[in-house]
Structure formats: structure tokens, C-alpha cells
């Protein structure tokens, strides 16, 4: 039996081990402890780790949009038009998107979108064409079951999920000074994850210039 936290297996076995308590009610909750601190770490973790990216087909004269059944947070979206030009649309408010477009039967290329609802996006102009468009999003990762034993949090970041699991079952214990000691845990790790993320994102020099070999007005090329 593995008590290493890179599985959910592992997960629940290393708990148990550390608890020393068989209680059926114990081994009831850790599956609950478990899913909390899935949902904890998606909030609180700053990596590309859960960025998603999914191609949805816009529906001519339609201006919603359905978001991925995943989505949790949005980080960029594209179009592609009709001459394969890929283009970045800007992120308004849903107020300034209906001034902008107020007549909905009006069609063209979509140049802007908002966050209507957790499930659906505004496009204006309103698709004149069942355009592709490219979301780049955070999304809830599969949550970890006995009939899924891994997810991102398991590969990449097993303490952070293992230390706020024991903080949840601290908790369910009502054994509170404990539960400030996994919480202390859990701040370092999470920090440890989000300082990786920024590692990640680190330029490779720091002159600061953009290289990308197109003219670019940061360089005083236009």
C-alpha cells in the first residue's frame, strides 16, 4: 500500500496512516476533504498547469457563445476569419458590448466578447459566419476517485493538495491547532507552486526586447 500522494489511492492511505483512526465516519469524509481541496487549490494556484485551450464554432446571427463545460476562468480568445487569419478579441464589460452592438441582427466579424454567464459568452459584432474561435481558459481538472487516481494536482503539485486535505480533515476533527499547522504547510506550498509559475513565465535576458522578428513599435521599429 502506497502512502506517496501522487495518486488518490496514495492520498487516502497516507491519511489514514498519519490519523490512526479506522472510524468508518473518518474514512467517510476523506473523499469530501479531498474534493475541497481540488476546488481550494484551482482558486488559489497561479499556474499554467490548468489552462486549457478549446476550439467552439460560432453560430451565424447568434451572439451567445457556449463556454466549455470546464470553464472556470478565461485567459485569452481568438477568431479565426474567413481568410485563416487567427485575431485576438478584446475581453469588455456586458454593458459596453451592448453599446457597442445594440442591434443584434446586424452581423460581421466578432472583434470584442464578455462574460454573459458561467456558461456563455456575448460576441459583437453578432457572427456573420460560423467562425472558429480559440478559448484559452483555466478548467476544473477531472476531480481524483478510486476510478481516477490522477489529475494535474497529483503530477505537479501533490504537496499542496496533500497538505490541504489534512487541513480539511484537521478540521473535520475539530483538532484546530493541528489544522494551523497544515495551513502553514499549505501557504509555503502554495507559494513554492506560484513562485515555479513565475520561474516559467521568466524572460531568458533582461534587456526587455520583444523577439519577435516582425516590425514591433516597442523597438522603435514602426
Known sequence: ?????????GIVS????????????FADFVPTAIHLAEERLLKELDTLGTTKTSALTATASAQTLTKPS????TREVRITTSTGTTVQIDKVTNDYLRDYWPTKS???????????????????????????????????ETHLSAGNETNYYTDYCSDSLYYATMSN?????????????????LQAALAGTNNEQGRRA??????GIPKNPALNSLRGDV
Open 14 to 25: 497516507a491519511i489514514k496512516a498519519l490519523a490512526e483512526d479506522d472510524s468508518a465516519e
Open 70 to 73: 470546464d470553464h472556470r476562468f
Open 169 to 185: 480533515m484537521a478540521e473535520f476533527m475539530k483538532d484546530y491547532s493541528t489544522m494551523e499547522v497544515w495551513e502553514s504547510k
Open 1 to 9: 500500500m502506497s502512502l506517496i500522494p501522487n495518486t488518490y489511492s
Open 106 to 140: 446586424n452581423v460581421g466579424v466578432p472583434k470584442y466578447y464578455a462574460e454573459e454567464s458561467m456558461n456563455t459568452f456575448l460576441l459583437a459584432p453578432t457572427p456573420s459566419s460560423a467562425y472558429t474561435i480559440s478559448c484559452q481558459y483555466v478548467g476544473q
Open 202 to 207: 521568466r524572460r531568458d535576458d533582461s534587456t
